[in-house]
């Protein structure tokens, strides 16, 4: 898509919404309107598509309230889910991949996985890097430290780029579904909602309640197609019903295999 088709769009409506009532004006602030500016070009110059599944996290649940019950590096699902997006961005690499400006793929080697981070300047996404080769417990860590540094101290743009892939929660506000928009160069994001209890069949009919957790994938058109990203999808749903997440030791070069 052109800049010159952008520039054509129809101008912003002007108005006056004084001369129906007081109002105030609050201008936003430098983070919101860059931030705004890259969502903007991105919604308008990315065709999206977003999917949406669900993932069974009743074993992962358990396994996650256990090890926080024991002590030491204190998880959330968020920690598991990077995981899991990191053994799927090895098996579906155009996923691990970018568009530059001349509209080559470039494909990565590296698994590098952003993380939304509200903050109280606005949304920042460091990144954690070699997702693929470090434990939960090693990502969790990381994703605490540079968690707190966004919403103190502030991140350098170092910290925030050469992600192959963003995850953004609203699990712990809550929700069932959205469309998150794809932070270019990228081809994919990930965005999650709160965990809800589900009642079930099993496998002999009587009712059993799990624990599902929604998923919505948003894609660019012109890079994946629907059914891979349906495959990519049911794949990171099926990581997350394993306790395979746990079993990756920090630095092994298979660690996105198990």
């Not at 058109?221 to 746990?246: C, K, Q, W």
């Amino acid at each position: 898509m052109s800049e010159e088709w952008v520039r054509g769009l129809a101008p912003w409506p002007k108005s006056d919404p004084a001369r129906f009532g007081k109002v105030d004006r609050k201008p936003l602030s430098k983070m919101q309107r860059l931030v705004a500016s890259f969502l903007a070009r991105n919604w308008v110059m990315i065709p999206h598509v977003t999917h949406h599944d669900e993932a069974d996290v009743t074993v992962i649940e358990q396994r996650r309230s256990a090890s926080n019950a024991a002590g030491g590096v204190r998880l959330t699902l968020v920690p598991l889910l990077v995981k899991a997006l990191a053994a799927a961005l090895r098996e579906f690499p155009h996923f691990n991949a970018s568009l530059d400006a001349s509209g080559d793929l470039v494909l990565k080697s590296y698994v590098n996985i952003g993380v939304a981070v509200d903050t109280p300047g606005g949304l920042l996404v460091p990144v954690v890097r070699d997702c693929d080769t470090k434990s939960v417990s090693e990502i969790a860590t990381e994703l605490t430290e540079l968690s707190d540094k966004a919403r103190t101290k502030g991140l350098p743009m170092e910290q925030m780029s050469g992600g192959c892939m963003t995850l953004t929660s609203l699990g712990h506000i809550g929700g069932t579904g959205f469309t998150p928009i794809i932070n270019a160069p990228e081809v994919a994001i990930l965005g999650v909602t709160r965990v809800r209890t589900t009642a079930v069949p099993d496998t002999d009919g009587r009712v059993v309640w799990r624990q599902m957790l929604p998923l919505s994938l948003s894609y660019d058109h012109r890079v994946i197609n629907g059914a891979d990203a349906a495959r990519f999808l049911r794949f990171v749903a099926d990581r997350l019903n394993s306790e395979d997440l746990f079993r990756c030791r920090a630095g092994s070069a298979d660690c996105s295999a198990h």
